[in-house]
């Protein structure tokens, strides 16, 4: 199985994404923003990695910016809830700075498990 | 005529120092010259009454006036200077060749003033009223001689006596020229070139006067000669000199009060003219009617504001040209009223008026003043429009703004209620209640997404997935799942014009679309017997259809209709309809947010949408969607 860091801001979003990957399985890291997520990124090298858009402290866009600089070859799913900012489709954009996949919240949990399976193999 | 010669002039035969001696008072050559100069100062101030006189006969009148008061002066100071002879014998005077005298005095002035006074003013009228003036008042003179009764025969002297009379003459064209000339001389008051001109023509009778006297030589009748005078010539001099004084005092004072007269009436014909000028010249119509309605004077305005001609204005009823409430103004004068005045072309013109009552000729009369403010109550119209919707855009926007940001809470939100739901629901037994709630609470949390989904669409932050679409395949679908989901008691039915040419859309939004109008039809209908009708036909725009849409450009749209035979709506509810969060469905039934995103979908793609309700006849949506071809040719799909 393999080891997923999910970086989100929301504690029940973390909860409900750790439970949902450990149910699969998976070993899963934790962080609550980008800067965080890319420091145990650095230190644990996971397989896969579920980030969200808008974080505090270090946004999503970025975070995938410097992962890919950090490994080009990396596994990213991208997950939003939309809005807040006009027109700008964070999914779109963070599929071209090189997502693998990307969700909008909320989705159904099986989703999220065949876009994890996707990725992983 | 050698004989009249021999008679009054002197020969060779008649010896010089014979002749009785006399001399002149001199207070009474001063006064004799006093007596012409003011009487010809008169005569020239009448003389400008003459030249103003507005018709023939005023202008006769002052004719008559001036050569009578020139012709008494001229007369009075010849008396006068007769008087001043101190003659030792007795003298008096012949009633008849006195007054001959002074008739050919009154005539000749009167004359010269008429060749002066004409307008074509050539010097050969100067000259000839000079001449008259000049011989008429020798004749006065010579013949006011003959008039002398007296015991001593008189002869003249042929070459000062032509010379008396060419001295007349000369005096009077420099007189009348004068007098021509002081329209000239705007600097000089017009006393002062007057007086010059008086003191000239003065001077012009006195120095005749005494040339004649010069030219004049008395002989003693024997026989008859007595001494001394017969009456007090002092007296009778300075009473005839205050006659005349008189007579010319009175003329003057017409002559001042007919300039004051003429002033008046020349100011008030150019205050009545500039009065009328002002009127006809008036944007606003300026009517006025009596107590029985009828108008009685109008003006050019009002012919453009009512759009008639005057003679359907005046003589007409004040009421039948505005409306009934005149009477009301009538009544509540001054008071700023507001109506509508048919115009020929079967549109109407807005006004505003006032009336104000008079009194006028003993009788009360009413004026009124109407202003055309059709233009500006277009303006306010239309100001009044712009602004609601410049309201309810800036309502959508920030609401938009709002929902983007509760939106994003919200789906984060959602995610741990439906994805920790759902891990729940793998671990609960199918059959017991915790599975059923669970269940509930994913399907609730699915709804929430949805609207969360609405609001997104509403603030347009959402990929519209816009593509060239046929839309008779997408409405015939709808249509079909329509059928499958309506009540057997609500028929629906297709009228749809396969050849309506594609549009820019996506297409779960006119899915969207079509299954909220039906859902909102289905709801209008509900528990009765009722029909819907779905269609789709092209449809063109032209200028004045425009009109209705002023967002449209005129062009080739897509005609999608939905229209339901059920409760229909009040005017009040039509115009809330696309407010966000308006419905009239029971709580938990509708969010109030499908029309408004419609509303927000159709403007957003260059459409339009059109509402036609009423209560109890049904309702009646169009949209209009503008054709992939007018947007871009080359994507449209054939």
Not at chain 1, 16 to 36: F, I, K, P, W
Not at chain 2, 545 to 555: D, I, T, V
């Amino acid at each position: 199985m393999a080891r997923i860091l999910i970086i989100d801001d929301e504690e029940y979003v973390r909860m409900t994404l750790s439970q949902a990957m450990e149910d699969e399985g998976h070993t899963v890291l934790l962080a609550t923003n980008g800067r965080d997520g890319l420091e145990i990124y650095k230190n644990a090298a996971p397989d896969l990695v579920i980030t969200d858009v808008l974080m505090p402290e270090k946004e999503g866009i970025e975070t995938i910016i410097e992962l890919r600089k950090l490994n080009s070859a990396i596994k990213i799913i991208v997950i939003s809830g939309g809005g807040r900012l006009n027109n700008i489709d964070f999914l779109e954009v963070a599929r071209k700075f090189g997502a693998s996949a990307a969700l909008k919240k909320p989705f159904p949990i099986d989703d999220l498990c065949r876009a994890v399976a996707d990725c992983l193999n | 005529m050698s004989q009249i010669f021999n008679r009054w002039f002197l020969g060779d035969g008649i010896p010089l120092d014979l002749c009785i001696d006399y001399h002149h008072d001199k207070w009474l050559v001063a006064l004799s010259y006093v007596v012409a100069a003011f009487a010809s100062y008169t005569a020239f101030h009448v003389f400008a009454r003459l030249r103003s006189g507005p018709n023939a006969r005023v202008r006769s009148i002052w004719l008559v006036i001036a050569g009578t008061s020139m012709g008494c002066g001229v007369f009075s100071m010849h008396f006068i200077a007769m008087l001043a002879v101190r003659i030792p014998i007795e003298v008096q005077y012949d009633p008849g060749l006195t007054a001959l005298s002074a008739f050919f005095a009154v005539s000749a002035s009167g004359i010269a003033f008429h060749f002066a006074g004409r307008s074509a003013r050539s010097k050969y009228d100067l000259f000839v009223g000079a001449l008259i003036l000049g011989v008429g008042i020798g004749l006065m003179h010579y013949t006011g001689d003959l008039a002398l009764r007296m015991p001593a025969h008189i002869y003249f002297d042929p070459a000062l006596f032509g010379l008396s009379v060419l001295v007349a003459v000369a005096f009077s064209f420099g007189a009348l020229w004068v007098l021509r000339a002081t329209d000239k001389w705007r600097h000089l008051p017009r006393f002062r070139s007057r007086l010059i001109g008086a003191l000239v023509m003065g001077l012009a009778v006195t120095l005749m006067h005494y040339t004649g006297m010069y030219a004049t030589y008395f002989y003693p009748e024997i026989g008859r000669l007595q001494t001394g005078a017969a009456f007090n010539s002092t007296l009778m001099a300075v009473a005839v000199g205050t006659a005349t004084f008189l007579i010319s005092s009175i003329a003057i004072l017409a002559a001042l009060l007919d300039r004051r007269a003429e002033i008046a009436e020349v100011r008030r014909i150019q205050s009545e003219s500039f009065l009328q000028t002002i009127i006809d010249n008036s944007a606003d119509a300026i009517l006025t009617f009596d107590e029985k309605f009828v108008i009685q004077t109008s003006n050019p305005a009002a012919c453009r504001i009512f759009d008639r001609g005057p003679e359907h204005i005046v003589g007409e009823r004040i009421d039948t040209l505005i409306d009934k409430n005149v009477a009301l103004a009538m009544i509540e004068l001054n008071t700023l009223r507001r109506g509508e005045v048919s115009r020929r072309d079967g549109g109407t013109n807005s006004i505003e008026y006032s009336v104000n009552d008079m009194r006028f000729g003993g009788r009360r009369m009413f004026n009124c003043v109407v202003r055309d403010v059709t233009e500006r109550r277009r303006a306010e119209e239309e100001k009044t429009t712009l602004e609601a919707k410049l309201r309810q855009a800036q309502k959508l926007e920030s609401l938009g703004t709002l929902a983007g940001g509760i939106a994003h809470e919200f789906n984060n939100m959602l995610v741990p209620i439906s994805g920790l739901t759902e891990l729940a629901l793998r671990e609960v037994p199918k059959d017991t209640r915790a599975y059923r709630n669970l269940n509930a609470v994913l399907t609730n949390s699915r709804r929430a997404a949805q609207l969360v989904q609405q609001i997104l669409s509403f603030a347009r932050q959402e990929d519209n997935g816009d593509t060239t679409i046929a839309l008779a395949p997408v409405v015939e679908e709808a249509v079909e799942l329509l059928r499958a989901t309506t009540p057997a008691t609500i028929n629906v039915r297709a009228d749809i014009d396969r050849a309506t040419g594609p549009i820019v859309a996506g297409e779960t939004q006119i899915h969207q679309i079509l299954m909220n109008l039906a859902s909102n039809a289905r709801h209008a209908i509900e528990g009765k017997v009722g029909e819907i009708v779905i269609s789709l036909k092209p449809a063109e725009f032209d200028r004045g259809f425009e009109g209705r849409f002023a967002s449209l450009k005129p062009g080739t749209y897509a005609k999608l209709s939905v229209r339901d035979t059920g409760h229909g709506m009040d005017t009040a509810t039509m115009g809330r309809i696309f407010e966000p969060f308006f419905t009239t469905k029971n709580v938990g039934k509708g969010t109030g947010l499908g029309l408004a995103v419609l509303h927000g979908i159709v403007t957003a793609h260059g459409g339009a949408v059109e509402v036609e309700s009423a209560p109890g006849l049904g309702t009646t949506f169009d949209i209009y969607w503008p054709l992939a071809a007018a947007i871009e040719p080359a994507r449209a799909v054939a």
